[in-house]
């Protein structure tokens, strides 16, 4: 299940919850409505912690020094291959 899978749980237990006010015999709501909360709540925190194992840091370039100095070449106009 993805983060998109435990957001409608969160929300679809929290309608349940707080949003109505039906009554069903042998079943009570308010506590499906908590357990889909607590469920999505769980996967969630899931989710983040496995994204986050999974993020590679990558070390930041290192800049390339030119030893020789900068050698200007002599252009023709042809050497670059759009010459005139």
């Given amino acids: 299940m993805g983060l998109g899978g435990c957001i409608i749980l969160i ?7 707080f949003a109505t006010d039906w009554d069903m015999e042998g079943v009570n709501l ?3 409505g908590i357990i889909l909360m607590i469920v999505g709540l769980i996967g969630v925190t899931t989710f983040s912690s496995i994204a986050r194992r999974r993020r590679v840091v990558v070390p930041p370039a290192t800049p390339v020094v030119d030893e020789e ?16």
């Fill in 30 to 32: 308010d506590l499906v």
């Fill in 69 to 84: 100095g900068h050698h200007h070449r002599h252009r023709d106009g042809y050497s670059d291959g759009y010459g005139v």
């Fill in 11 to 17: 929300a679809a237990g929290a309608i349940l919850t």
